[in-house]
């Protein structure tokens, strides 16, 4: 990397919009940006990411030992820097994109408030399954209270999971063609950049190789080529950490 390649807070911006909703816009497209609804490619890989996610999740717990300290703690923290991700993207929905889609589409009302309410139930499911996997992480002897703890985990991941599969499936299905049909390619784009300030480095540095490794192969290659540098950088600094915390969550790569 040269002194010119050095990414600057304005390159961080944007490495940060790409990661919230990575951009796959096709600027082979003949319709100039401005008269093309937007691109919500990104969003809807994002969205895709999480249901492989908490799939992998039950699984984790599900194959995991009854007893196994070091892989349930590893569960946690796995689970902490997740959980932190689904947090930023719904408050992101909550405070930028859904009161942007109401000012502009009246019958985005009729989803509103229980998309809301979907995402204050979210946070408290988040808090109630850390809970449980710190508990379970505590048990250094099999036993009943072991196997319930387990137990308590995994119905909870159970829960999170078939949960947010119906609310991504609304989102998906309802709410994002709102988006597409009433925002330019450019608005969405400065929305992009307003959503990118939500993030912290701190989150970066696991969403970055989260998402990386949980799309698919396609998704992953086409998020590379078309990153900024900025993201490229947290990416290669934080992929073996991440590597090796999936693999002591998960027994083998995810």
């Given amino acids: 990397m040269t002194q010119t390649d050095i990414p600057t807070l304005e390159d961080i911006d944007s490495a940060f919009a790409a990661l919230v909703f990575p ?5 082979s497209d003949e319709l100039e940006p401005a008269h093309r609804g937007a691109d919500l490619t990104g969003y809807l890989a994002i969205h895709q990411a999480m249901r492989v996610a908490n799939e992998q999740l039950v699984r984790g717990i599900g194959t995991a030992g009854v007893v196994d300290r070091e892989r349930a ?14 947090r930023t993207h719904h408050h992101i929905e909550d405070d930028i994109m859904f009161p942007q889609l109401l000012a502009r589409v009246p019958d985005y009302a009729m989803y509103s408030d ?5 995402h204050h139930q979210l946070d408290r499911m988040i ?15 099999d036993g009943d209270a072991a196997r319930d703890a387990r137990f ?31 925002f330019t390619f450019e608005e969405y784009a400065e929305l992009e950049k307003q959503a990118g300030k939500a993030i912290t480095i ?8 989260w998402y990386m490794a949980t799309v698919d192969a396609e998704t992953a290659a086409r998020t590379w080529r ?14 073996r950490s991440y590597a090796r915390l ?5 027994g083998a790569r995810p």
């Fill in 114 to 118: 229980s998309l809301a309410g979907d």
């Fill in 226 to 239: 078309e990153a900024p540098i900025a993201l490229k950088v947290i990416h290669v600094l934080a992929r």
């Fill in 202 to 209: 701190r989150q970066a540095f696991f969403t970055a190789p």
């Fill in 127 to 141: 808090d109630g399954l850390r809970d449980a996997l710190a508990a379970w992480a505590g048990h250094t002897t």
């Fill in 23 to 27: 951009d796959f816009s096709d600027f």
């Fill in 152 to 182: 308590a985990a995994l119905d909870l991941a159970v829960e999170l999971r078939d949960f947010l599969e119906e609310h991504l499936a609304i989102e998906d299905a309802d709410v994002l063609p709102m988006v597409h049909r009433n």
């Fill in 73 to 86: 703690a590893a569960l946690g923290r796995w689970f902490r820097g997740y959980s932190d991700e689904l």
């Fill in 246 to 250: 999936a693999a002591k969550a998960f």
